[in-house]
């Protein structure tokens, strides 16, 4: 990369949660992932990390973050062993541990991204493995690599991140994206709401994290509420798979619907986000509104993960 950009300092490093990341670290992250997106732009991709390999472990359904790590290996020169849906026809459903799983992937590969379902999964995975673990989602814990696109969306679509208020709308106690951004945020003067029923508000310990660093927060049920006042809303889907009870899912599924009519209330300058599959929290008639940014916020994704890749291989 040109000699002008900080380093990353994720040389070798896991990216398991983010609380590995503050201001200073996260500059570099997004400044990388600018100069990524100008190399799509311009020439498709480069050979940065040719000949290198990334293992793609999936427990869990995926298309946005598996497509996003793949078509980012891919545009970087590199390649990807994908175990995504298939994982019930690979050795896993033979019982293999999670530890013996990751320590012969490393064989072939020179990092392991992985989605699994339980909380802790992706620490279990790094204390098993010498090279960088990318935690995609653990559980209902954290998904780092999402907050992280998410954050340079938000800064690069209003250009700044202190001073903004961020409503965070739906599934805020399974969401794991949220739990991820929430901390990442912590880290600006932001003005952070939270907009759920009362089954699905967001983790107590998260909330006092938050307020101990003193951050203004509020809590509420109406998306009404907070409407005409939010730079940011961030939209989320109900997490049906961490549901033991259906019932209760099918109760919450459909609380918020973000339509036109809501959007109307909203100022002209804010944007939606949604780390997405949505399920119906928003309208599809609202994606022709310009301020719905959730499509945009899919193709940072892959600009800031080749920036990651390239972090923890060593070339950046
Ligand atoms: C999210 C996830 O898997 O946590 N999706 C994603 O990675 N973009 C959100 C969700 O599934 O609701």
Not at 121 to 147: K, L, R, V, W, Y
Not at 222 to 246: H, N
Not at 250 to 270: C, N, P, S, T
Request: avoid cysteine; charged fraction near 25%; proline fraction near 5%.
């Amino acid at each position: 990369m040109t000699p002008s950009l900080a380093p990353l300092g994720l040389a070798g490093r896991d990216i398991l949660s983010v609380r590995q990341f503050d201001r200073a670290n996260l500059e570099p992250i997004f400044a990388l992932t600018e100069q990524m997106r100008e190399i799509v732009r311009r020439d498709g991709g480069s050979d940065l990390l040719a000949r290198r390999v990334l293992a793609a472990l999936f427990f869990e359904p995926s298309t946005r973050t598996s497509a996003s790590f793949i078509a980012a290996m891919e545009r970087l020169g590199g390649s990807v062993i994908p175990i995504t849906q298939g994982v019930q026809f690979s050795s896993v459903s033979k019982g293999e541990s999670l530890p013996d799983t990751i320590v012969t992937l490393e064989q072939y590969a020179d990092a392991i991204v992985l989605r699994h379902p339980v909380i802790g999964s992706a620490q279990e995975a790094a204390a098993a493995a010498a090279i960088p673990i990318i935690n995609a989602g653990d559980g209902a814990g954290e998904h780092p690599t999402q907050a992280l696109l998410d954050l340079f969306t938000i800064r690069d679509e209003l250009g700044r991140l202190d001073g903004l208020h961020v409503a965070m709308v739906g599934d805020l106690r399974f969401g794991r994206t949220v739990h991820s951004l929430t901390q990442l945020l912590a880290e600006y003067r932001v003005k952070l709401s939270f907009v759920s029923p009362e089954i699905l508000r967001l983790p107590l310990d998260l909330m006092n994290d938050v307020r101990a660093k003193g951050l203004e927060v509020q809590e509420t049920y109406s998306v009404a509420d907070v409407i005409g006042d939010v730079d940011v809303l961030y939209v989320t889907r109900v997490q049906k798979e961490r549901f033991t009870d259906l019932a209760q899912y099918e109760e919450l599924k459909g609380y918020y619907v973000i339509d036109e009519a809501i959007m109307a209330a909203a100022r002209r300058d804010m944007i939606v986000l949604h780390p997405l599959p949505r399920v119906g929290e928003i309208d599809p008639r609202v994606d022709k509104d310009p301020r719905a940014a959730y499509f945009r916020q899919v193709q940072n994704g892959m600009f800031l993960r080749m920036a990651l890749l390239a972090g923890v291989m060593g070339k950046a």
